[in-house]
């Protein structure tokens, strides 16, 4: 991670569900506070899964966020701010590629994290061109429902085809290679 965030980069956190892209996402800001650094957290109004203050993990961890419908408005909620978090970022439109590039540019440190592929094993959305902009990515792996392997893929368990489904593990499942594409 770069040292001096007065040139300001784009730090990526992603891979499948169940991974632990928002629990590092929260470590890393919480060690920013500590730093006494001036932190802004944000996720998209679609996630309303534990909370509308908070990012929240599946453990239990939380930070308090600022849930936003327009990505845009970032730049005006993060002024003073030196270090943003942005998570479930894939669940953004194609604005917040240059709401992240602007806020990088101008000194800013940008933690994002979020799905890297979707059910089907392609990429979501936005995320291959905010993997290009980024200066770090880190791609975490989950554990295998059905074998124990590292898993790189999101397998949906119900038949729902919307490529946005919210959900947990009544609805979805980690995956290594081999059981994810097996017939």
């Keep these: 991670m770069p040292k001096n965030t007065k040139t300001g980069c ?24 500590i730093a006494k650094n001036k932190v802004a957290v944000f996720k998209p109004e679609i996630d309303k899964r534990y909370s509308d203050e908070f990012v929240v993990s599946h453990n239990n961890n939380s930070i308090q966020s600022i849930t936003i419908n327009n990505s845009k408005d970032i730049i005006n909620l993060s002024k003073d701010i030196n270090i943003i978090g942005i998570d479930e970022i894939q ?9 992240c590039i602007n806020l990088a540019n101008s ?8 799905l890297d592929k979707d059910f089907k094993g392609a990429p979501f959305g936005i995320m291959p061109n905010l993997m290009c902009e980024a200066e770090q990515v880190t ?7 059905q074998c124990g392997e590292y898993a790189s893929f999101t397998k949906r368990i119900t038949d729902n085809k919307d490529q946005v489904l919210l959900g947990e593990t009544d609805i979805y499942e980690a995956n290594c290679r081999a059981c994810f594409y097996k017939k």
């Design 10 to 33: 784009i730090e990526m956190i992603c891979g499948p569900m169940f991974s632990g892209k928002t629990e590092e996402l929260i470590r890393r800001l919480k060690r920013a506070i």
């Design 91 to 99: 669940f953004f439109n194609i604005d917040i590629i240059e709401v």
């Design 107 to 114: 000194g800013k440190r940008i933690i994002i994290s979020g």
């Design 139 to 145: 791609k975490l792996t989950a554990i295998c429902n």
